[in-house]
């Protein structure tokens, strides 16, 4: 409710005006300008070599990474994880979280074996000859530390890759399910299946000699889930977990805002990698 102001035959009145609900389609709307930007980001057009490919891929893997965290803290917050256990309140929301981890966590590789989607992006990588060592470098670092707000703190990565780790672990640490749900679904699983298709474009036009056959799979195996399945689901994990609270529905579209906004500032660093390897040479 929102108060406002009448002049009428020279007298001020007040009335409550009724704010509309926000919903799933509202927070499209206004998370749009930073998705926009997002799918018209110069970065695709930059990836026009092998080399480029591969400082995409070599930053590119820490949002991955840090993506499966986001589900994780998901599964831990709106299911049981641990005993005894209990029934959690909703069933359809402890079904979309279990049915997404279980491909995310344990999907089909090109080859038939069973593999988390991370598992697959750094297969891929090796396989076309991009530098695992940061993320391996990195993760050993978090287990050592056993602290990941240090780890990244003390990596050598790019401000904004370390800004936008940050995030996602600061989102999960508030631990408001719905936030988590927000960055896992606006900042990443709606955009996957745009982005994606923007990138793989740019493979087959610029590298047609290359074997990308793992990072195609990979690409195309997103594209299918996150369009078909994933992206639906998530949607209506946001609006089981907001549902008429306005105030959730509030700090779900901040923290989409934000999560689209660290995005851009990942693929700025990619950019901007991509470009000073190219002045190097």
Avoid at 142 to 157: D, E, G, P, R, Y
Avoid at 159 to 167: A, E, I, N, Q, T
Avoid at 195 to 216: G, R, V
Wanted: net charge negative; glycine share 2%; proline share 4%.
């Amino acid at each position: 409710m929102i108060l406002k102001k009448l002049l009428l035959t020279g007298k001020l009145f007040y009335i409550y005006q009724k704010i509309p609900p926000m919903n799933i389609t509202t927070i499209n709307k206004n998370i749009q300008p930073q998705k926009d930007v997002l799918l018209q980001h110069p970065l695709y057009n930059k990836i026009q070599s092998i080399d480029d490919l591969h400082r995409f891929l070599e930053s590119h893997v820490f949002a991955v990474w840090d993506f499966m965290s986001l589900l994780k803290a998901l599964q831990a917050k709106l299911t049981c994880t641990t005993t005894p256990w209990f029934a959690t309140e909703n069933p359809e929301t402890r079904y979309l979280i279990n049915e997404i981890v279980l491909a995310e966590e344990t999907d089909l590789s090109i080859d038939g074996r069973r593999q988390s989607h991370y598992e697959m992006y750094l297969e891929a990588m090796e396989d076309c000859g991009a530098d695992t060592t940061g993320i391996n470098k990195f993760l050993s670092e978090v287990h050592s530390l056993h602290n990941i707000f240090v780890a990244i703190k003390q990596s050598s990565l790019h401000p904004d890759v370390k800004s936008f780790l940050d995030f996602t672990f600061r989102v999960i640490e508030q631990g408001k399910p719905h936030e988590i749900a927000a960055a896992f679904t606006f900042g990443r699983e709606d955009l996957i299946p745009s982005m994606f298709t923007e990138i793989l474009k740019n493979f087959q036009k610029n590298l047609p000699d290359t074997d990308l056959s793992k990072l195609l799979y990979y690409f195309e195996r997103h594209i299918e889930l996150d369009a078909d399945e994933h992206g639906p689901m998530a949607m209506q994990m946001i609006t089981d977990l907001c549902q008429d609270d306005a105030q959730k529905w509030k700090e779900v579209e901040e923290v989409s805002i934000l999560a689209l906004e660290k995005r851009i500032g990942l693929w700025n660093a990619i950019e901007e990698e991509i470009l000073l390897k190219t002045e190097m040479v």
